[in-house]
Nanobody, 119 residues
């Protein structure tokens, strides 16, 4: 079963930056990390989980409209890792950030990493 582990969260002041990482493992041959699109979602307290960004196996990217220009998603297939670079952070970016992989209709999630942006 695929395992996803997020890291890189923390406390940052408004206007600051953070870089999150998602490392994937436990793929069953012939499926490999490089063949899957990976997405980031986030969930703020009292709110539903929302889409942040996704990157295809081709490295084509897509972002939530409200985050374009501040967040950048990238992948390193050699390291089975997807990164989310977050710049110009705002207090409303405070949330638990999760990475996601979908395989055959099954959604895999990591445990999440907390991002807190102070004003």
């Amino acid at each position: 079963q695929v395992q996803l582990v997020e890291s890189g969260g923390g406390l940052v002041q408004a206007g600051g930056s953070l870089r999150l990482s998602c490392t994937a493992s436990r793929f069953s041959w012939p499926r490999t990390f490089s063949t899957f699109p990976i997405a980031w979602f986030r969930q703020a307290p009292g709110k539903e989980r929302e889409f942040v960004a996704t990157i295809a196996w081709t490295s084509t990217t897509s972002y939530a409209d409200s985050l374009k220009g501040r967040f950048t998603i990238s992948r390193d297939n050699a390291r089975n890792t997807v990164a989310l670079q977050m710049n110009s952070l705002k207090p409303e970016d405070t949330a638990v950030y999760y990475c996601n992989l979908r395989d055959g209709g099954i959604d895999y999630w990591g445990q999440g990493t907390q991002v807190t942006v102070s004003s």
